[in-house]
């Protein structure tokens, strides 16, 4: 699943961006377009996913909710961090009031809240 969630954000991003180029947003800045040194971003994304992945691997009884949600954050994050190390931004395509987003912000965001129902099933069993 992983890897099939990478596949489908970089071939959206690329798809897009033949397809539509004037309408993608080459995002160079950093979460929510906050400008920061790019030293300090790859800082702050290596920290949150080393973070993770210790928190994922000393869990010991981890449901479907941890996994599927460990499963999008890291291939949203990933994607992202790949497609900003190696074109130097983020395609970002799909226009919404509050801004411009791309697949793999939406596989954090979904990830996130599996996370945090599985931390609630947790306190409410």
Do not use: C
């Not at 994304?45 to 981890?62: A, C, E, H, T």
């Not at 931004?89 to 226009?95: A, G, K, M, R, Y």
């Not at 791309?102 to 069993?125: M, P, T, V």
Request: hydrophobic fraction near 55%; avoid cysteine.
């Amino acid at each position: 699943m992983f890897f099939l969630l990478l596949f489908i954000d970089q071939y959206t991003k690329h798809f897009v961006l033949k397809e539509q180029g004037a309408l993608v947003f080459r995002n160079q800045n950093f979460a929510f377009s906050i400008k920061a040194p790019h030293v300090l971003m790859y800082l702050i994304y290596i920290l949150l996913l080393v973070s993770l992945l210790n928190w994922f691997i000393k869990k010991q009884n981890q449901n479907i909710w941890d996994k599927l949600g460990l499963t999008l954050v890291l291939s949203g994050a990933l994607s992202n961090i790949s497609e900003r190390f190696l074109n130097g931004f983020v395609i970002d395509f799909i226009h919404i009031y509050t801004g411009v987003f791309n697949l793999a912000d939406f596989f954090i965001i979904l990830g996130i809240i599996f996370l945090f129902f599985s931390k609630e099933e947790l306190i409410n069993s």
